[in-house]
């Protein structure tokens, strides 16, 4: 994300009535979080007041059940069932008529199954981290007044989904795994070890065992080798 000092450098604080959005970030790297927090926290300037932060999917519910904000920025890859999992625990507050939660993902992955997984969860747009703090503010706003927010070439993924009057398109495979076993898959994918994966996902050594002998048969894949390929193939690392 750019340097926010070059963005905010000189801007007059906001008039009284000016536009303002309160803010959860889910980010399971803290450093991160302190950086968006640094470019987008300044309420004088930006309108924007950050209530609450989380770093994995259990933390992440409890802070928004408990602030209601009117916008979470949500990133997709989170220890405990990711993304996708706090938008489904927290459907009943995106289904709130009077004051919805609304949800923005903003990750690091440009992969399309990861967007349309969001946006078919219920987020309201998908941004990707190398965004302008600047317009990363501007999104949040348009989050919160219900329009849909999506960095240029990923609005390309959704089109193409949602194109048609049938159902989007679906991996028949990759459906047949668990949102952990996914979540697996791609730590596996990207080199990680069993503890390592253990260590990310708060689950024990012989569970992520467990998972990868599910994802293994449940592909039809022979070892970690073929695993890492198919994934590949499918954009998933």
């Known amino acids: 994300m750019s340097d926010a000092t070059e963005q905010t450098q000189g801007e007059p604080e906001r008039e009284p009535g000016a536009r303002r959005a309160r803010v959860v970030l889910v980010d399971d ?3 991160f979080r302190a950086g968006v927090q640094a470019e987008i926290g300044r309420t004088d300037v930006t309108g924007v007041e950050v209530v609450g932060e989380a770093a994995d999917v259990e933390q ?15 990133d997709v890859h989170l220890p405990g069932g990711g993304g996708v999992e706090v938008l489904r625990r927290c459907a009943p507050l995106m289904a709130d008529a009077e004051e919805p939660v609304r949800f923005l993902a903003l ?4 992969a399309a199954e990861d967007v349309i997984g969001v946006i078919r969860g219920g987020a309201r747009g998908y941004v990707t981290k190398t965004i302008t703090g600047t317009a990363l503010v501007d999104s949040i706003f348009r989050v919160q007044e219900g329009d849909a ?4 070439r990923l609005a390309g993924f959704v089109l193409d989904a949602f194109a048609s009057t ?3 398109p679906v991996d028949e495979d990759l ?47 022979s070892n970690r080798h073929e695993l890492t390929r198919w994934a590949t193939a499918r954009r998933l690392v």
Request: hydrophobic share 45%.
């Open 175 to 221: 459906d047949r795994l668990t949102q952990r076993e996914r979540e697996v898959l791609r730590l596996i994918a990207r080199g990680y070890a069993y503890k390592e994966i253990a260590k990310q996902l708060f689950i024990s050594v012989k569970t992520v065992e467990s998972h990868v002998s599910a994802v293994l048969r449940k592909l039809q894949l």
């Open 107 to 110: 990750s690091v992955s440009d």
């Open 166 to 168: 049938d159902s989007p």
């Open 29 to 31: 790297h803290r450093m």
């Open 60 to 74: 992440a519910v409890t802070v928004i059940t408990a602030t209601r904000p009117e916008v979470v920025l949500l």
């Open 149 to 152: 927010v999506f960095s240029p």
